[in-house]
Nanobody
């Protein structure tokens, strides 16, 4: 069993910053990647950022230059998403996942609300 827990969401004004944390635990081995997806109200869940096992990263175009995904060097099952210069369009529920051999395990999500 794998558990994924997110934290760090909240309400922030446009231009502000938030840092999300994600901790995975349980039977974790052969990590392919970890990342964050976002679901805005009334829309489907979309990938925001991913960090691969080799440290490579991917960002959706809309967050490039503003969001940074990192992995805790002391605990590789913990990842962070630093979100800067937040915009109202960044509002949504942020879900963390860990990809173990192609199987995605998801957290419950954390709400991020950006006011204009």
């Amino acid at each position: 069993q794998v558990q994924v827990v997110e934290s760090g969401g909240g309400v922030v004004q446009a231009g502000g910053s938030l840092r999300l944390s994600c901790a995975a635990s349980g039977s974790i081995f052969s990590i392919v990647g970890q990342g964050w997806s976002r679901q805005a109200p009334g829309k489907q869940r979309n990938l925001v950022a991913n960090i691969f096992a080799n440290g490579g990263t991917y960002y959706v175009d809309s967050v490039k230059g503003r969001f940074i995904i990192t992995r805790d060097s002391a605990n590789v099952t913990t990842v962070y998403l630093q979100m800067n210069d937040l915009k109202p369009d960044d509002t949504g529920v942020y879900y963390c996942y860990i990809n173990i051999l192609g199987q995605h395990y998801w957290g419950q999500g954390t709400q991020v609300t950006v006011s204009s």
